[in-house]
């Protein structure tokens, strides 16, 4: 690209369309798999091939294209790996939708047939979200892009579940699941959907036997009472001590129920006594297990009353629930109904309430996998930040259960187990047997269920590197760098990871784990398609542009600190991105005369402004260094923030203007040359953060240099560190500002030349006002600057405006300025306009009426006008105060 001036108007879509596709097109974000030296790498987490991109996936890769850029620009071989997962329930479902709309189900299909339909489906649809990823500015090695089911990957899963299973460490059992009655299938504990709901507590009298008494029993389930096997209770409950080792009477069933004492019950919640109900609630089953309870199950696979269910039999369980209940009560069973809050669990895919069931699955014995998971951290061979996820992550790595993987649907990884039809062998192989190895029968049935997609989800760092064979990519990637995630799949994915990694390679999968927040609406709230407060990314990037967003994301992205996302704030970082547009705008015509080889000399021969400048910068250099280093994005953001728009743009660039449009063609050439270095080393530290105008104004800045990409991020240079530059020119800017605020506060226009006198008793600040008068005169556009010694002698001005700096003493006399009389009509006038504003929102504010009916938006908009009013109240206020001492003096 040729060196040139940028167009007046930032126009982002144009700019972001061009550099990504040279980008690409050059491999500037392809690793090199043999190369030996620094390596850096990440694995994506893969997002679901029916997704699209919202706020998680766009703070979540933000953050991880910052780290990959940043070492990329420092030297480092560095790969990010891309992906997406085959998400089983998810796409299955989309499919299914799909066919019902031609009348058909997966059925009538067969399973090899909907199989077909589901990779057609992918192959049209399914690299939406990739194509996302793209426009949010992601630099993935796409040519490495993984799916979790192309051949290389699904060879890893089996070969894991062989291994696993001839170490005993998978197993088939009876166990208590999980079960989706609209999805047909199990779930682990963490697809379940916690929420909170309004229920009730229905209390029921199960008689003695042989026996006037009888035991309340508490149940938010009663239809579940018909597979009721015992009666539990504490046995430190005074209540129900005497009826340990008797038999209660199951209402309307008939069923001998024992009665048994077990320290997990209770005796705060209902009444006490527990119904137990080992087929259908977790903790019951855990109490079968203890006390060798009889398991009745009542219900089938799709939510309906079976057999065992006796006249209920056929019912949709919340159709029998009513059954029950009003029998219950016409037989005198009921004792009361008390309202009640319960946590409700739900199908995280379909959103179905599931049913504890037990049914027969496979199962991972995860305790030894998760202690060496869990030693890994202790030891440090893994960093979890924030550091207070540490434990969390140690809490559920002690409480582990064994992990159902096994789930009854077809799109998956279909498990590789087959059963001899001749003497029942299980065969588990990687590769599909011919015959059973005991009795050589050759009628095998390979099992119909597929494993948990976050089966394959586990194998992710090594499985996408090409294990089970030993490649150059491992050996250079593995283990990978940092792995960037929410804390939503802390266990449903990286406590797998690392058990997985552990135990296939030895090695933990990642050296660190970073946990981002949650992105939430302005005031707090999760974002939701039903709370009507979702902010599309794709739209927000349409709108504002991708760097704006990006830098959005990046600003508020707080350790263990939820994000309040705003379009406001996204317009505010917009408005940043066209001030770095117009500052490049500004300097790029002062650069056109300067060789490549033109930097700016040794700080101390350099003008005090350059000097100083360069001094910031390092600062700047150095922080962006060790925020980025230590995961504080905002840290990193917030200071180039600062120093380019306040120091930068605000201060340097407005007293180059000065030497620039002078005479002196070496102060002209010094300042230029400060400023390309200062502008080139800020592009190159916003890179990360801001990829695609970088890159545009960094291609002008350097048109010699193939990608701004590819670095080098800028060194700190303790040499450019210039403590006494910072201080003068801190001393000339509170001047300035002094005057400034001055002109503010009195209602100057910024057109208006005023006078000003400086008292000094340092000879030092006389010096430097003197030396650098232009700049004073300039920026605080002053035409009558004098600098005062205690030793002269003047008459003060008999109307002026004071402030201090330092020791310094500031006037800025006003006479024939200033009319106090009109001003103090005016400053009056919008005090009391201010005024009944601020009553009005103080008495919505108090009205509670209008915080019970108004939304949470519109109270917090409210509560910010408040603030909003109460600052202009005091700022009028003490504007109208120096304005009265004004006219006093």
Not at 54 to 75: E, S, V
Not at 268 to 284: I, W
Not at 555 to 567: C, F, K, T, W
Not at 751 to 774: G, M, Y
Request: glycine share 6%.
């Amino acid at each position: 690209m040729d060196q040139g001036t940028l167009p007046k108007a930032y126009e982002p879509a144009e700019i972001e369309k061009r550099w990504y596709s040279f980008w690409e097109e050059k491999k500037l974000f392809h690793a090199d798999d043999e190369k030996t030296g620094k390596e850096y790498s990440i694995v994506i987490p893969p997002p679901n091939v029916t997704g699209s991109l919202h706020m998680g996936h766009a703070l979540n890769n933000t953050l991880q294209d910052i780290l990959i850029r940043y070492h990329r620009m420092n030297g480092y071989n560095t790969l990010w790996m891309p992906g997406t997962d085959h998400a089983g329930i998810a796409t299955q479902n989309v499919v299914e939708k799909q066919l019902a709309l031609e009348g058909l189900k997966r059925e009538d299909l067969g399973r090899e047939k909907f199989i077909e339909r589901v990779w057609t489906w992918k192959a049209m649809s399914g690299g939406v979200i990739i194509n996302q990823l793209r426009r949010l500015g992601c630099s993935c090695d796409w040519d490495r892009e993984r799916f979790t089911m192309d051949e290389g990957l699904s060879r890893a899963v089996r070969e894991v579940f062989v291994r696993l299973y001839e170490d005993g460490l998978i197993y088939k059992g009876d166990y208590i699941v999980n079960w989706c009655p609209r999805c047909h299938t199990a779930l682990s504990d963490l697809e379940v959907e916690h929420e909170e709901a309004s229920g009730n507590l229905w209390l029921i009298r199960y008689p003695i036997e042989d026996s006037d008494e009888h035991v309340v029993v508490a149940t938010t389930r009663p239809e579940t009472m018909l597979g009721d096997t015992a009666v539990a209770v504490n046995p430190e409950d005074d209540r129900y001590r005497h009826l340990i080792g008797k038999n209660a009477i199951l209402p309307l069933v008939g069923r001998k129920l024992r009665i048994i004492g077990d320290p997990v019950v209770s005796m705060e919640f209902g009444t006490g006594a527990l119904k137990v109900t080992p087929s259908h609630d977790m903790t019951d089953f855990e109490l079968s297990m203890r006390h060798n309870l009889e398991h009745v199950t009542i219900m089938d696979y799709n939510g309906h009353i079976n057999a065992n269910g006796i006249h209920f039999a056929g019912m949709d369980r919340y159709e029998c629930r009513k059954a029950i209940v009003a029998e219950l009560q016409e037989k005198g069973y009921l004792e009361s109904i008390q309202p009640y809050a319960l946590g409700l669990g739900r199908c995280y895919r379909c959103k179905e309430v599931v049913e504890p069931l037990i049914s027969q699955q496979w199962f991972v014995k995860v305790e030894p996998l998760a202690q060496a998971a869990l030693k890994a951290v202790q030891k440090g061979h893994t960093r979890i930040i924030p550091e207070n996820w540490t434990k969390v992550y140690y809490e559920w790595m002690n409480n582990i259960r064994d992990w159902c993987i096994s789930r009854q649907i077809w799109w998956g990884h279909r498990i590789p187990a087959w059963t001899c039809q001749g003497c029942g062998e299980i065969i588990v192989a990687t590769e599909d047997p011919a015959e059973c190895p005991k009795c050589k029968g050759s009628t095998l049935l390979q099992e119909t269920d597929v494993l948990d997609t976050w089966f394959s989800s586990a194998l992710w760092p090594f499985s996408t590197m090409g294990w089970p064979d030993r490649t150059e990519l491992l050996h250079t990637f593995y283990p990978t760098s940092c792995l960037v995630t929410g804390f939503d799949i802390l266990f449903f994915w990286v406590a797998r990871m690392m058990m997985m990694g552990i135990k296939f390679m030895g090695d933990v999968p990642f050296r660190d784990v970073y946990i981002h927040a949650l992105v939430r609406d302005e005031s707090g709230k999760k974002m939701s398609k039903s709370l009507g407060n979702v902010i599309d990314p794709l739209q927000v990037m349409d709108v504002y542009g991708t760097d704006a967003f990006r830098f959005t994301l990046s600003a508020l992205a707080a350790q263990g600190r939820d994000i309040r996302l705003s379009e406001s704030r996204i317009e505010g970082y917009r408005n940043f991105m066209n001030k770095v547009w117009n500052a490049a705008r500004f300097a790029l015509p002062y650069l056109e005369t300067l060789s490549p080889e033109d930097t700016p000399a040794d700080s101390k021969s350099l003008p005090l402004a350059e000097r100083w400048i360069l001094s910031r910068l390092h600062r700047t250099i150095q922080e962006v260094r060790s925020s980025i280093e230590t995961y504080c994005f905002n840290d990193a953001a917030q200071s180039l923030y600062q120093f380019t728009w306040h120091e930068f743009c605000d201060w340097y660039i407005e007293e180059s203007k000065i030497s620039l449009g002078g005479e002196n063609q070496d102060a002209k050439r010094a300042t230029a040359a400060t400023m390309r270095y200062v502008l080139d080393a800020l592009m190159m530290l916003l890179h990360p953060f801001i990829p695609f105008i970088t890159e545009e104004i960094a291609a002008k800045i350097r048109p010699e240099r193939a990608s701004i990409m590819k670095g080098p991020f800028p060194e700190f240079d303790p040499s450019r560190i210039d403590p006494e530059a910072e201080n003068m020119m801190g001393i000339l800017m509170g001047v300035v500002s002094s005057v400034r605020n001055i002109r503010s506060e009195m209602n100057i226009a910024p057109s208006r030349a005023l006078p000003l006198l400086v008292f000094s008793f340092s000879e030092q600040e006389r010096e430097l006002l003197d030396k650098n008068r232009s700049m004073v005169e300039t920026l605080a556009k002053v035409n009558e600057f004098r600098v005062i010694s205690p030793s002269q002698e003047i008459e003060p001005p008999r109307m002026a405006a004071t402030a201090v700096v330092n020791e310094m003493r500031i006037l800025v006399p006003l006479e024939g300025i200033v009319d106090p009389d009109a001003e103090i009509f005016r400053l009056s006038k919008e005090l009391a306009k201010i005024e009944k504003e601020l009553q009005s929102v103080s008495r919505k504010l108090s009205n509670e009426e209008f915080l019970a009916k108004a939304n949470a938006a519109a109270v917090q908009k409210q509560k910010e006008r408040h603030s909003e009013l109460t600052a202009k109240l005091s700022g009028l206020g003490s504007g109208l105060e120096k304005m009265r001492s004004l006219k006093s003096s």
